[in-house]
């Protein structure tokens, strides 16, 4: 990892940069996208040509092609791009939120993004954590077979109960203050069954109007989920990342002594035409707290 980082800061915020156009990242799985752009951004050599890094000391940050991503983000007017992002959280913490959102602003230079979809899952399925490449599609248009129904041994509120909604509700409310001064027009939630996602709709003071549904591990999407998104007007989507886009013990290999809290994945659209023009994943990590005596 670069020295500079490793030695100086408790916290770090990585950022992979635009990886459409690199080579090694076309067409793979959203957690393997994410280990090899933090692979090449962390360990690359610093004057090699094909890779710019940079090191913000003041915020302890390490970016990659930022002027790249700039000027994939500025070619076209503000109002005629869309970006959307998806937080994956490792630890219930609003704090977590909080930063992975003001590094998604700050590193874009945007005000605003058009969506953030949050994912938490407080008791990862390792099933699911190797899900396959991340799309996003209607999920009416299911590419499952009529009748070829896989039912997830225990739905989102089955696996982490009351306590897992407690934690949930938090962590959006954190977004909803977001969503308040429209610097997120709009907020979604990932992976969660008719009952969770009923009792955070009804809890909160922007509801969620996206929500998306792991085919990975459920190949139609529940009848009642469908009827809840249908009511309340909810965009239904279909995916298939991981739960943990990138685990602990994976991303100690690419930055040992610091631990994973966050990782984020932006999407950058042509609103006109839906041309993808720049994807990429930011990261936050942190050095575990010193004991105390």
């Known amino acids: 990892m670069i020295p500079t980082v490793t030695k100086n800061y408790q916290n770090v915020v990585i950022s992979t940069g ?30 090699a040509e094909r890779v710019v890094v940079e090191i913000d000391k003041l915020h302890g940050r390490v970016l990659c092609a930022t002027q790249e991503l700039n000027n994939k983000l ?16 490792n630890r219930q913490s609003t704090q977590c939120v909080q930063e992975a959102i003001d590094a998604l602003l700050n590193i874009l230079n945007v005000t605003h993004v058009d969506n953030v979809v949050l994912a938490y899952h407080p008791n990862v ?39 897992g909604i407690a934690e949930l509700k938090l962590l959006y409310k954190q977004l909803e203050q977001y969503a308040l001064q429209q610097k997120i027009k709009q907020l979604g939630i990932a992976d969660l069954d008719a009952k969770a ?19 990975a591990a459920c190949c139609v999407v529940p009848s009642d989920l469908q009827e809840f998104c249908k009511e309340h007007e909810l965009v239904l989507n279909t995916h298939s990342d991981p739960e943990l886009l990138l685990p602990e013990e994976q991303f100690a290999g690419l930055a040992p002594g610091y631990t994973i809290d966050w990782s984020l994945r932006y999407q950058v659209h042509v609103r006109c035409r839906g041309v993808l023009t720049a994807k990429g994943y930011i990261v936050g990590a942190s050095k575990p707290s010193p004991a105390t005596n």
């Open 18 to 47: 635009n990886i459409i156009n690199i080579n090694e990242l076309g067409q793979r799985k959203s957690n393997e996208e994410l280990y090899d752009g933090l692979k090449i951004t962390l360990h690359s050599d610093p004057n």
């Open 74 to 89: 500025t070619e076209n007017g503000r109002n005629e791009i869309s970006i959307g992002a998806k937080i994956f959280l």
């Open 125 to 163: 399925s390792s099933g699911v954590a190797n899900a396959t490449l991340s799309s996003t599609t209607t999920a009416e248009k299911s590419p499952c077979s009529e009748g070829n129904a896989v039912t997830p041994s225990e739905s989102w509120s089955q696996r982490n109960g009351e306590q």
């Open 197 to 215: 996602l009923q009792e955070l709709h009804s809890d909160a003071e922007v509801p969620p109007t996206i929500a998306q549904v792991n085919l």
